[in-house]
């Protein structure tokens, strides 16, 4: 091989370097998710299936025009990616297998916060390339913006009403993740922070295993109930008829406000998880203006 022939390939494998990799697949909901929404599609190899299904991702409806892939070793190195974008729970068998194969992964955390949704964002638009770099920067420009927003309007609440939050599978959203953070910028203050010792409370990724009597007891002004429309029957169809939240409808004009929360944006870290504390503060403002209701149990 001359050195003009070595030379003219260096430069093209620099130049398919620097705009980034052609072939990447992803194998965990929450890449799926930032592949599809700053990735060019002619990039997109695969994603799960799960990314098709509205009532978990955000991104369904650009996920249905892109290949499906089955996270398994064998079926993703038979599409020969570049790059396979993974969490860091979930087919951890099938993404360790690939990079004994030889194959580029990269792994990320679930985002439980703003500033992770941002490093999400900027660190997959830098491994897919300069178009998906300049979709991540303008998307963090987008979600900072509004971030500052949402806390300068929190601030002028004349107080921080309490909530409860309760999940599609009976725990409540204790302090920690994603769900927490929407919370408190939508100017709640979450009850369990303040009225629960988290001593000996057995908790997973924020989320509290508390008596769902105790927690009424503790008198929230409002209980946020994790909402997945067209889901299969499951806890949180039947959470509204537990007996202990059908006894509030007694307590009258003082009975905590009942707010559905889309499901779907707290699945992953996105921008969309901000779509909460938009929803919430209107609430927040609305129940600030009143006095609190000590919880049972207070002095007078």
């Not at 030379?7 to 890449?31: H, K, Q």
């Not at 390339?129 to 609440?157: I, Q």
């Not at 609305?286 to 000590?294: G, H, V």
Request: charge should be neutral; proline fraction near 7%; charged fraction near 25%.
């Amino acid at each position: 091989m001359t050195g003009a022939v070595l030379a003219l390939l260096v430069l093209a494998a620099s130049a398919d370097a620097a705009e980034g990799p052609m072939r990447v697949v992803s194998i965990n909901l929450c890449t799926d998710q930032l592949l599809l929404r700053l990735g060019d599609p002619g990039q997109i190899a695969g994603v799960g299936p799960l990314s098709r299904d509205p009532k978990l991702s955000v991104e369904a409806a650009r996920a249905a025009t892109v290949p499906q892939v089955a996270a398994s070793a064998e079926t993703v190195h038979a599409l020969e990616p570049d790059l396979v974008l993974a969490g860091r729970f979930g087919a951890t068998a099938a993404a360790a297998a690939l990079e004994r194969l030889g194959t580029r992964v990269e792994r990320f955390r679930p985002a439980a916060s703003v500033d992770m949704i941002r490093d999400g964002l900027l660190r997959a638009g830098r491994l897919l390339g300069p178009a998906a770099s300049a979709r991540a920067e303008a998307e963090v420009a987008r979600l900072e913006a509004r971030a500052a927003d949402l806390a300068a309007r929190a601030a002028t609440l004349p107080r921080r009403p309490r909530a409860l939050m309760l999940r599609a599978d009976g725990s409540m959203v204790g302090p920690g993740g994603l769900a927490h953070a929407m919370l408190v910028m939508g100017g709640f203050d979450n009850i369990l922070e303040h009225r629960f010792d988290p001593a000996g409370r057995a908790r997973r990724g924020g989320d509290w295993r508390v008596e769902l009597e105790a927690a009424i007891r503790a008198r929230p002004e409002a209980i946020l109930i994790e909402s997945m429309p067209g889901a299969a029957p499951a806890l949180v169809h039947r959470l509204p008829r537990h007996p202990a939240l059908a006894r509030l409808a007694a307590l009258g004009d003082m009975a905590p406000e009942m707010i559905r929360v889309p499901g779907n944006l707290l699945v992953c870290g996105l921008p969309d998880a901000l779509d909460i504390a938009e929803a919430l503060l209107p609430v927040a403002r609305r129940l600030s203006a009143r006095p609190a209701i000590a919880a049972e149990g207070d002095a007078s």
